[in-house]
C-alpha cells in the first residue's frame, strides 16, 4: 500500500521575527492543528530550527519547507482548497516572494516509509528538470498509484 508525500517550499519576504511574516507566524501553529486533524493526514515535518534545515538542504535559509504524508492526493487536496488552510494559502503573496522553479511536488511512497529532505530535493529538482511524470507531479496531473507502480515497471 502506498501513501501520497508532498513538498513544498517558500522564500519569505523577511526573516521570521520580522513584523512582516507575524501573522503567518501567528497562524502557523492553528493551520498544521487542522492538517493533522483533517482526513488522510499521515504525518508531517517537524523542525526545531527550519532555518538550519534550509540552509543544510536547499542551500537557503530564507525558505520555509513543509513536506507532509496523506493518505491520498484527494484527502491532500481537501485540506489545501477545501478547508481554512486556503484563506491562508490565499495570502501567501504577504509573506513569500514568487519562486521561478516548480516548489511544490507529490510523490508516492510506501505506506511506512517516512520521506526525507534529501529525496523531496531530489523529487523537486526531478519535477524541474524533466516535467510532471508518475515519479514527481504536482495537482495539475494527479497521477494514481496504478500510474506510479507502472511507470516504475517501465523505466
Same mark, same amino acid.
Given at each position: 500500500?502506498y !501513501?501520497?508525500?508532498?513538498v513544498?517550499?517558500?522564500?519569505?519576504?523577511?526573516p521570521?521575527?520580522?513584523?512582516?511574516?507575524?501573522? #503567518?507566524?501567528?497562524?502557523?501553529?492553528?493551520i498544521?492543528?487542522?492538517?493533522?486533524?483533517s482526513?488522510?493526514f499521515?504525518?508531517?515535518?517537524?523542525?526545531?530550527?527550519d532555518d538550519?534545515?534550509a540552509?543544510t538542504? #536547499?542551500?537557503?535559509?530564507?525558505?520555509v519547507?513543509?513536506?507532509?504524508?496523506?493518505?491520498?492526493?484527494?484527502?491532500?487536496?481537501?485540506?489545501?482548497?477545501?478547508?481554512?488552510h486556503?484563506?491562508? #494559502?490565499?495570502?501567501?503573496?504577504?509573506?513569500?516572494?514568487?519562486i521561478?522553479s516548480?516548489?511544490?511536488v507529490?510523490?508516492?511512497?510506501?505506506?511506512? !516509509?517516512?520521506?526525507?529532505?534529501e529525496e523531496a530535493?531530489?523529487?523537486?529538482?526531478y519535477?524541474?528538470?524533466?516535467g510532471?511524470?508518475?515519479?514527481?507531479?504536482?495537482f495539475?496531473?494527479?497521477?494514481?498509484?496504478?500510474?506510479?507502480?507502472? !511507470?516504475?515497471?517501465?523505466?
Amino acid at each position: 500500500m502506498y !501513501h501520497l508525500a508532498q513538498v513544498n517550499i517558500a522564500k519569505t519576504l523577511a526573516p521570521m521575527e520580522d513584523p512582516i511574516m507575524a501573522d #503567518f507566524v501567528n497562524n502557523l501553529d492553528r493551520i498544521n492543528t487542522l492538517a493533522e486533524s483533517s482526513l488522510g493526514f499521515v504525518w508531517r515535518l517537524e523542525s526545531d530550527d527550519d532555518d538550519t534545515v534550509a540552509e543544510t538542504v #536547499f542551500g537557503d535559509n530564507s525558505l520555509v519547507i513543509n513536506m507532509s504524508v496523506w493518505k491520498s492526493i484527494d484527502d491532500l487536496f481537501n485540506f489545501t482548497y477545501k478547508s481554512d488552510h486556503v484563506e491562508i #494559502f490565499a495570502r501567501r503573496k504577504e509573506w513569500f516572494s514568487k519562486i521561478d522553479s516548480m516548489h511544490m511536488v507529490c510523490w508516492y511512497v510506501k505506506q511506512d !516509509h517516512i520521506p526525507t529532505l534529501e529525496e523531496a530535493k531530489h523529487r523537486l529538482e526531478y519535477v524541474n528538470t524533466h516535467g510532471e511524470t508518475p515519479f514527481a507531479f504536482t495537482f495539475k496531473r494527479k497521477y494514481s498509484v496504478d500510474d506510479y507502480l507502472n !511507470h516504475n515497471l517501465n523505466t
